[in-house]
């Protein structure tokens, strides 16, 4: 099942192109440019967090999806909505949304909210175990900038 892991990562990062604004696949015509990376979160003998490569990921490890937007053209782009998605068989990492100030996240691909989700009645935390993509709208993105997001995921033991 783990053994695919990695082409599941790369069909959610192309989902996640297409799905986080029109303009993020660039072409000569497009003006962003994504650059979608994947880490696998180790601690090495030093005790310091180390990110590295993530080809193939083994249930209980952690990973960092990274995705760096882009505007290529010589003109600001608005309102681009940088999305990435929490695959099956893997769990979002509470606090780990890079930038936490104005992510939010969704439980049904649908209806986005600010993290921390809460129930219905706003009495409950939703786990964020539940989370199914995170989001964050960036209301200008000036030309030749980059805005630059990221979460961490736990591979499912199950």
Do not use: C
Request: aromatic share 6%; net charge positive; glycine share 2%.
């Amino acid at each position: 099942m783990f053994k695919n892991f990695s082409v599941l990562i790369t069909a959610m990062f192309l989902a996640t192109q297409l799905h986080a604004a029109p303009t993020v696949a660039a072409t000569k015509n497009e003006p962003i440019v994504v650059k979608l990376e994947n880490f696998k979160v180790s601690i090495n003998t030093e005790g310091k967090e180390v990110l590295s490569d993530a080809k193939n990921a083994k249930p209980g490890e952690v990973l960092e999806y990274r995705a760096t937007y882009t505007n290529v053209s010589t003109k600001p782009i608005s309102n681009l909505v940088a999305t990435l998605p929490v695959p099956k068989d893997t769990a979002y990492q509470a606090q780990t949304a890079k930038p936490m100030a104005g992510a939010e996240a969704t439980i049904d691909s649908v209806t986005f909210a600010p993290v921390p989700l809460m129930s219905a009645d706003k009495k409950q935390p939703i786990s964020p175990k539940e989370y199914r993509a995170l989001r964050w709208k960036v209301s200008t993105l000036k030309a030749k900038e980059a805005v630059v997001v990221s979460i961490r995921i736990k591979v499912n033991q199950e």
